[in-house]
C-alpha cells in the first residue's frame, strides 16, 4: 500500500478517473442551489442532480468529484466514536447514462489494487452485494476473481429514498486486522457488520430502476453510476491509524488546540473527545461561512451556532477560558488549502464571525449557569426534578448539553426529565423537517427533452428580432408535427432571440408569427441540452414543425430587464466597497419593474452606508462607463479578476462582462452598452430574508424617476396639511415630535399623580399572615410597563411586603408579584405567578422574587388575588 498525505490521496483518484475520460467537476458550495430539499449538500451526488434527472445534459456523462459535505443527523456522536463527522469530503465517480456495473467494478478494483495507483493488499478487501444481484457477483467472482466467501449478500445494499431513480450497491470494505477484533459487537465480526476490523471503504451505487408511485420497480431508460467513498476514512487506512482524527488533515488542527490549551491528545479519553469535537466542528464552521452561511436562530445558521457553543463547551472542558476558535481558523486555512482556497479568501471574514459568535456564548453560558439556579432552587423545595421544558430550555437557548445538566443536577441532588427532555428535542426536528419542502432526491430522465440533441443558436444578443425554423412542439412530454389548441404548448426553433430564464435575469416575452399563426411568448427555459424551449400560448390559426417564423422580443421589456441587470453588478461592486469583499452574491432577480439582489452580511446595512452605496452606483450612471462583454477561457477570465457568482457552472470558455474596469463579472446575461443608458438608481429596501442573507430591492430608469415623483407628491400633500412650503416640512414635523413628547410627558406625571393618589392608603389591601406582609390589589393600568412602574411605586415604601397587583388591558388579565429577596428562600414569586396565571386561565413566572403573567378570564381576578394569601399560609 502507499503512503500518501490525504491531499495526495485526493490529487490521485481525480487523475485516476480523468485517465479514464472523465471529466473533474470542482467542488460545489456547502449551501444546495435550488434545491429546497437540502439544508447542506451532504454527498458527491447531490450536486448533479440536475445531470441525474435530466434537467440538463453534461458536456461528458462521465463525472469525478471530490466533494465537501456537511451531515448533522447525529452531531451527539461526533467525538465519541472513530469516523462520525458533520464535515467530510466525499470521492465519487459517476456515470449518466454511459458505463454501468462491469466497468464501475473494474474501475474501483484498479484504483485500489494496481501498483501504479493505491497497491492495496487484495487479500485484505472484501465486498458484499444485493442478494438478487448476481450480474454483479458474476463480476467480482468471474471478472475480478474474488473468492465467493468475499464476498457477503446482505438484504440492505439496495439504494431507494422512496419514489424516483434506485437500484442495487456493492460496498468494498478493508480488513484493518486482528488488532480490531474487540468490542461488544464481536457477534458481527463480518464485511457489513457492526465491528471496527472490516472498514468500508467505498459504496458502489447501480441505479437501474425507477420506484413508481404504486411502489412497483420498471427499468429506467438509462442506468447510472453514483459512487462514494470518504476521504478521510480512506486516509485513516493508508495512513494506518486508527480513527479519522488522527489523520494529517484533523492532528494539525488538535496540535493547534494543545497549544491553547495546554493539554495533551491521547492522554485520556475525556480530553480526546474534546480535542476531536473542536477539530471536526471548527472544519465544518469555517467552511461553512466561507460559503455564506452565518450562525442565527434557525436553519443552517442554528446548526452553526450549535456547533460553535458545542466546541466552546468542549474548549472549556480542556481549560480554555476565552474565546479561541478563531485561532485554528488559520491552521484549517494551511491544511485545506491544497484543493480549497476558499478559506485563505474569506480568513478574516471567518474569524471575526466566529470570535463574535463565540464572545456572544460565553456571555450566554453564564447567563445559563445563573437560569440553571433558579431552575434548581424551583424545584429543590417540591418535586425535586428539573421539568424536560426545563432541560431543553437551558439545551436551546443556553446551550447546554444535557449531559451537563444532568451532572449539575445530580450534584446537586435533583433529577432531570430525560423523557420530557427526548420530547421537546423530537418537536424540534419535526419543525426542521417540515420547515423543508418534502422533495424527492431526483426525478426520472425525460426521454423526449434528453433526446433532442439539434443545435438552437441563440441571436439575443445582438438582436430582439430573428427568423428561426421551428424544428420541435412538445405537448405533453410528447413529440407533434403540428398543433392548434388553446393549451399551453412548448416549441423550439433552430435560431431565437428569446433569453431563457437564467442567472436571474427573467425570460423574455413577445410574439411568433408567420403568414397563418400567432403565438404569445409566456415563459423560456433551457432543455437539457442547452436548447431554449418557448412556452407559448396559440393566439391564431396552426403551427407545423419545419415551417419559418419570426420571432420578435418584447423591446421595451427587454430595455427595461438589461437596465436591472447591468445596474445588479454595478451594485454588487459598491456593497464590497462599502460594507466589505465578503459581500458575495447570493441570489438575484432581474425583471422589467425592479431588481432584487441577495448577499452575504452579518448585521442590517446601516443607512448611511445604504446611502453611500447608492450615491456610487449613481456615480457610475453618470460617468457612462462602457460595458465591454467578450468570450474568454475561463482561466484567462480569472486572471482579468472576473467574479464568478453563487451557484453558477462555467464552462470552458465564459463571457466576462467588464464596466470599465470597474466591475468585471462572469455573465450570460444581456446588459447595456454603456451605464448611462440605466438613467438612475434608486434603492427601495433593505431586508435579512435568512441566516447571515441581506437583501436590496431597487429601481432604475423611469420607474426610479416614477418613484421621486410619487415622493415628491406625498411631500406636497404633508406640506399643505402642514400649512407650510415643502422646504419647512421638515422643522415643522421636529416641532410637532417636541410638542409631543412634552405632552407625553406631562400625562405620564399626570397618571403617576392619579396612581399615588389611589394608592396612597393600601390599609384595606394589606393583610398580615403569621410573620408577612401581604398586599395585593387590581388597578388601572394603560399598559405592562404602567403595571411595572406602579409595582415599583408600591415597593418603594413598603419593602418588606409580598405584592401582588391585576389589572386589566385589552380584554386581558396582566399580573405581576413581587417578593423581598429576604424571603426568596422561601417564597417564591415565580410559584405565586404561577398559581394566579391558573386562576385566570393564562400562564406565569419569573425569578424568585419578581415574576409577571397573565389570562383571558377577566372574571377571576379576585380568585386570583386571593391564591395570594392560600399560597402563603403554607409557611405559618
Not at 5 to 24: A, C, G, P, V, Y
Not at 188 to 211: A, K, Q
Not at 572 to 592: C, M, R, W, Y
Not at 678 to 685: A, R
Request: proline share 3%; charged share 30%.
Amino acid at each position: 500500500m502507499k503512503q500518501l498525505t490525504t491531499n495526495e490521496l485526493r490529487r490521485l483518484f481525480l487523475q485516476f478517473f480523468e485517465s479514464k475520460n472523465h471529466d473533474i467537476e470542482p467542488s460545489a458550495s456547502l449551501i444546495p442551489v435550488n434545491d429546497d430539499s437540502l439544508l447542506w449538500i451532504n454527498s458527491g451526488v447531490a450536486t448533479l442532480k440536475k445531470y441525474f434527472d435530466g434537467t440538463e445534459i453534461p458536456k461528458n456523462p462521465r463525472i469525478v468529484n471530490s466533494q465537501k459535505s456537511i451531515r448533522t443527523n447525529d452531531i451527539e456522536n461526533v467525538g465519541f466514536t472513530a469516523r462520525h463527522h458533520t464535515f467530510f469530503e466525499m470521492l465519487g465517480n459517476f456515470s449518466i447514462g454511459n458505463y454501468f456495473k462491469k466497468e464501475a467494478i473494474l474501475y474501483a478494483w484498479e484504483f485500489l489494487t494496481s501498483e501504479e495507483w493505491l497497491n492495496f493488499d487484495e487479500e485484505k478487501l472484501f465486498v458484499t452485494i444485493h442478494p438478487e444481484d448476481e450480474e454483479s457477483f458474476k463480476i467480482w467472482n468471474e471478472e475480478i476473481g474474488l473468492h465467493p466467501s468475499k464476498i457477503t449478500r446482505i438484504e440492505g445494499n439496495f439504494w431507494d429514498i422512496g419514489e424516483g431513480p434506485c437500484g442495487p450497491n456493492s460496498e468494498i470494505f478493508y480488513d484493518r486486522g486482528e488488532s480490531y477484533d474487540f468490542g461488544e459487537e464481536r457477534n458481527e465480526m463480518y464485511p457489513g457488520g457492526e465491528n471496527e476490523r472490516y472498514l468500508e471503504i467505498w459504496n458502489l451505487v447501480f441505479s437501474e430502476f425507477n420506484h413508481n408511485s404504486d411502489h412497483t420497480y420498471t427499468p429506467l431508460p438509462n442506468k447510472n453510476i453514483d459512487t462514494g467513498m470518504g476521504l478521510e476514512r480512506l486516509a485513516s487506512v493508508i495512513q494506518d491509524v486508527p480513527t479519522n482524527f488522527d489523520t494529517d488533515v484533523f492532528i494539525p488542527i488538535i496540535n493547534k488546540t494543545e497549544e491553547l490549551s495546554g493539554r495533551k491528545y491521547g492522554e485520556n479519553d475525556i480530553d480526546d473527545v474534546a480535542f476531536k469535537v473542536i477539530s471536526d466542528h471548527i472544519r465544518t464552521v469555517a467552511f461553512a461561512i466561507g460559503d455564506g452561511a452565518l450562525p442565527s436562530n434557525e436553519g443552517r445558521g442554528y446548526v452553526l451556532r450549535r456547533l460553535i457553543r458545542r466546541a466552546t463547551r468542549f474548549g472549556k472542558e480542556l481549560g480554555i477560558k476565552k474565546a479561541f476558535l478563531s485561532e485554528i481558523v488559520p491552521v484549517v486555512k494551511e491544511v485545506m488549502n491544497d484543493y480549497y482556497p476558499e478559506i485563505q479568501a474569506s480568513e478574516d471574514f471567518i474569524k471575526q464571525v466566529i470570535h463574535q459568535e463565540e464572545e456572544r456564548f460565553l456571555t450566554t453560558l453564564d447567563e445559563g449557569i445563573k437560569i440553571y439556579e433558579e431552575m434548581r432552587d424551583n424545584v429543590k423545595g417540591t418535586t425535586k426534578t428539573l421539568s424536560g421544558e426545563d432541560a431543553f430550555k437551558l439545551y436551546d437557548t443556553f446551550g447546554f448539553p444535557i449531559e451537563m445538566t444532568v451532572e449539575y443536577a445530580a450534584v446537586d441532588g435533583i433529577t432531570v426529565d430525560i423523557d420530557g427532555f427526548n420530547a421537546e428535542m423530537e418537536k424540534q426536528r419535526e419543525r426542521a423537517r417540515s420547515s423543508r419542502k418534502d422533495n424527492n432526491s431526483m426525478n426520472v430522465q425525460s426521454e423526449t427533452y434528453t433526446n433532442i440533441k439539434d443545435e438552437s443558436i441563440f441571436t439575443g444578443y445582438e438582436s430582439v428580432q430573428s427568423e428561426g425554423k421551428l424544428l420541435y412542439i412538445i405537448k405533453d412530454d410528447q413529440l407533434v408535427d403540428t398543433y392548434d389548441g388553446n393549451e399551453p404548448v412548448e416549441v423550439i426553433f433552430d435560431r431565437t432571440p428569446f433569453y431563457a430564464i437564467s442567472g436571474g435575469q427573467v425570460a423574455d416575452k413577445g410574439i411568433i408569427e408567420n403568414d397563418h399563426a400567432l403565438m404569445e411568448v409566456v415563459a423560456v427555459t433551457k432543455a437539457p441540452n442547452g436548447q431554449n424551449i418557448h412556452t407559448v400560448i396559440l393566439k391564431e390559426g396552426s403551427i407545423n414543425v419545419h415551417e419559418n417564423y419570426s420571432l420578435k422580443v418584447d423591446k421595451e421589456t427587454r430595455n427595461f430587464i438589461i437596465k436591472n441587470h447591468t445596474a445588479t453588478h454595478l451594485l454588487h461592486q459598491a456593497l464590497k466597497d462599502v460594507i466589505g469583499t465578503h459581500a458575495n452574491q447570493a441570489g438575484s432577480l432581474v425583471e422589467k419593474e425592479r431588481l432584487r439582489f441577495d448577499f452575504t452580511h452579518i448585521e442590517g446595512v446601516k443607512k448611511e452606508e445604504l446611502k453611500e452605496i447608492e450615491r456610487i452606483v449613481n456615480e457610475k450612471i453618470y460617468e457612462s462607463l462602457n460595458v465591454d462583454i467578450s468570450e474568454m477561457s475561463i482561466d484567462d477570465a480569472k486572471k482579468k479578476g472576473a467574479m464568478a457568482l453563487f451557484g453558477e457552472k462555467y464552462g470552458e470558455t465564459v463571457r466576462v462582462v467588464d464596466i470599465d474596469g470597474y466591475s468585471i463579472e462572469l455573465c450570460g446575461g444581456i446588459h447595456v452598452v454603456n451605464t448611462g443608458q440605466i438613467g438612475t438608481f434608486k434603492i427601495l429596501s433593505e431586508s435579512g430574508i435568512g441566516a447571515g442573507i441581506r437583501r436590496i430591492e431597487a429601481v432604475t430608469s423611469k420607474y426610479a424617476v416614477e418613484l421621486l415623483q410619487r415622493e415628491e407628491q406625498t411631500i406636497e400633500r404633508i406640506a399643505e396639511s402642514l400649512k407650510v412650503k415643502k422646504q419647512n416640512v421638515e422643522s415643522k414635523i421636529a416641532e410637532l415630535e417636541e410638542s409631543e413628547k412634552a405632552l407625553q410627558k406631562e400625562l405620564k406625571e399626570l397618571k403617576a399623580s392619579l396612581q399615588k393618589d389611589a394608592l396612597s392608603d393600601l390599609s384595606q389591601n394589606t393583610v398580615q399572615i403569621g410573620d408577612y406582609t401581604v398586599i395585593k390589589t387590581e388597578i388601572t393600568a394603560g399598559s405592562v410597563p404602567e403595571l411595572r412602574d406602579t409595582m415599583d411605586m408600591i415597593k418603594s415604601s413598603h419593602q418588606e411586603a409580598i405584592i401582588a397587583l391585576a389589572t386589566v388591558i385589552d380584554d386581558k388579565v396582566s399580573l405581576i408579584v413581587s417578593v423581598p429577596k429576604s424571603l426568596t428562600k422561601e417564597i417564591k414569586a415565580g410559584d405565586i405567578m404561577k398559581g394566579m396565571a391558573e386562576r385566570v386561565d393564562g400562564k406565569g413566572g419569573g425569578r424568585p422574587d419578581q415574576a409577571q403573567g397573565g389570562g383571558t378570564n377577566v372574571d377571576n381576578i379576585n380568585d386570583a388575588l386571593q391564591f395570594v394569601d392560600e399560597y402563603i399560609k403554607n409557611f405559618v
